[in-house]
Nanobody, 128 residues
Framework: VQLQASGGGLVQPGGSLRLSCAAS????????IGWFRQAPGKEREGVSV???????YCIDSVKGRFTISRDNGKNSVYLQMNSLEPEDTAVYYC???????????????????????WGQGTQVTVSS
């Protein structure tokens, strides 16, 4: 099973995008879902995670700008990205991870090695 990220595009600095993460053949209700990004020449990094109980965590660089949410009825998870900066330019991916509360990720970080069901990402480019 792979998750499919969509909703990327080209946006000016200060703009907004909403990314969507969907899966077929997998009920996302029982999984933590993480958003990751990978900029050219850099390692993939965890950005935000939402657990099945809807507790959330995001990294400091996007706090106050990005919001993760889930709609179990649509079997989807979203990443609302506001006040985008050129440094946010990357391919964004979603993946399933250990269904632990946000406090775990706050303490341990959002580790790529703990997540699976990677699919194709969606390109986000922030440029004037």
């Amino acid at each position: 099973v792979q998750l499919q990220a969509s909703g990327g595009g080209l946006v000016q600095p200060g703009g907004s995008l909403r990314l969507s993460c969907a899966a077929s053949g997998l009920n996302l209700d029982y999984h933590a879902i993480g958003w990751f990004r990978q900029a050219p020449g850099k390692e993939r990094e965890g950005v935000s995670v939402i657990s099945s109980d809807r507790t959330t965590y995001c990294i400091d660089s996007v706090k106050g700008r990005f919001t993760i949410s889930r709609d179990n009825g649509k079997n989807s998870v979203y990443l609302q990205m506001n006040s985008l900066e050129p440094e946010d330019t990357a391919v964004y991916y979603c993946a399933t991870g250990p269904n632990l509360k946000a406090n775990y990720y706050r303490a341990a970080g959002i580790k790529v090695s703990e997540f699976s069901s990677w699919g194709q990402g969606t390109q986000v480019t922030v440029s004037s």
